[in-house]
């Protein structure tokens, strides 16, 4: 079955510090697709990126990188330089291609970004 | 693209009472998803339409739950009796599975049972 964890329940960090936020599943599938979204204070969910299991280049968007690795089945997300804006939750997820197409999130990083 | 549209923002009610939550998914998207959001259980999936046919309901934790997705543009999650632990923020997301694997979300109703 699929399964996501995030071992950091939370992360404390100083502006301006980078912080590394970790991901790692469980599938059954040998296609599948993985996924940061963020939850600010407001509440809101916003999609951040989508990795496919077949492409496991970095990804670079400004502050944020992504880092996916199959042998070890973590997608791990660093966020370069934070700031107190990026404070919230952050979510891993997982869908299989084959087996439903659901979603499985992950118990979310709330990070704290401090002045 | 407005985006999903959840209706209403908050719900205060009393037990026992119908409490009926909206979703508007995105034009175009031919899945959605209803989640709900607790301290205690984080992001839970109740339900999940492909073409406005429920394919997966066993996140719905009892009887008192059911959704319906009469068209492509519109779905209900109705609870009834509602009761205290029924209290949380519910999620509706969308996403055209043909093309993107990614869901969009609706801002939520936070719904209060007293």
């Known amino acids: 079955a699929q399964k996501v964890t995030q071992a950091q329940t939370e992360i404390s960090v100083v502006e301006k510090e980078d912080v590394t936020l970790d991901c790692v599943y469980e599938?059954?599938?040998?296609?599948?697709?993985l996924f940061w979204y963020k939850q600010p204070p407001s509440g809101e969910l916003v999609f951040l990126i989508r990795?496919?299991?077949?492409?496991?280049q970095n990804e670079i968007s400004g502050r944020y990188s992504w880092n996916f690795q199959k042998s070890t089945s973590s997608f791990n997300f660093t966020i370069t330089a934070s700031q107190v804006v990026d404070s919230a939750v952050y979510f891993c997820a997982l869908s299989e291609a084959n087996y439903g197409q659901n979603f499985v999130f992950g118990p979310g990083t709330r990070l704290s970004v401090l002045p | 693209d407005a985006g999903v549209i959840q209706s209403p923002r908050h719900e205060v009610t009393e037990m026992g009472q119908e409490v009926t939550l909206r979703c508007k998914p995105i034009s175009g998207h031919n899945s959605l998803f209803w989640y709900r959001q607790t301290m205690m259980r984080g992001l839970e999936l109740l339900i999940y339409?492909?073409?406005?046919?429920?394919?997966?309901d066993s996140g719905m934790p009892e009887d008192r739950f059911s959704a319906k997705m009469p068209n492509a543009s519109f779905s209900t999650l109705k609870i009834q009796p509602s009761e205290p632990r029924d209290s949380a923020v519910y999620f509706c997301?969308?996403?055209?599975?043909?093309?993107?694997?990614?869901?969009?979300f609706g801002p939520g109703t936070r719904l209060t049972v007293t």
């Open positions: 599938t059954r599938d040998t296609t599948y697709y």
């Open positions: 997301a969308s996403r055209n599975r043909d093309r993107d694997y990614e869901q969009y």
């Open positions: 339409f492909n073409n406005n046919v429920p394919i997966d």
């Open positions: 990795r496919n299991s077949f492409d496991e």
